[in-house]
């Protein structure tokens, strides 16, 4: 069994990527990508990862907040996902339709994972130039792994500001937030 350094939930299964109960990235993950950047030698999995990841980024890593109103896209880092890029333009509601709560702008039903996601689980948006995310009291979670690191942060509890090359996690499911 695997502990969640987030959590402390200690009944994970082995080979598991994502906490059963709280949606954080696994350990077991995070040390193989520890191992790669200390050795610069990728492990074969970290091979499998990149032949299956999206180009890299072609934004510069510094962050210069936009006047008007640009276009974002989250891209799916699930290999074969159903949808492997979300157009944002303006407010963005991610979730699970429900005929009762209506529609949203990014539904994740089709994911594999989709059981964490809650049904209006996170909204992204622009606020004076600046891309933010922000949870909507999801019971999973929202997660970020700003570019060049190796390790998702703590559970968002307040709006929280996006960057290119930025990797997001709706409960278990993960994205790479580009914008212009």
Known sequence: MISCTICGYDKNPDGLEFCDA???????????????????????????????????????????????????????????????????EGNALI???????????????DFSGNETVSRHHAEIYQETGIWKIKDLGSTNGVFI?????????ARITTPESLNPGDEIAIAKIRFLFQSP
């Open 22 to 88: 709280c949606g954080a990235e696994l350990e077991t993950i995070l040390e193989v990508e520890a191992q790669v950047i200390e050795t610069n030698t990728p492990t074969p999995e970290q091979m499998e990862i990149e032949d299956t990841f999206v180009p890299p980024v072609s934004e510069p890593a510094s962050f210069v907040p936009q006047t008007s109103s640009t276009t974002a896209r989250l891209i799916a880092k699930q290999p074969q996902a159903p949808i492997p890029e979300f157009p944002i």
């Open 95 to 109: 979730g699970i339709f429900d005929p009762d709560m209506g529609p949203v702008d990014i539904d994740l039903e």
């Open 145 to 153: 792994k700003p570019m060049g690191k190796t390790r998702f942060g």
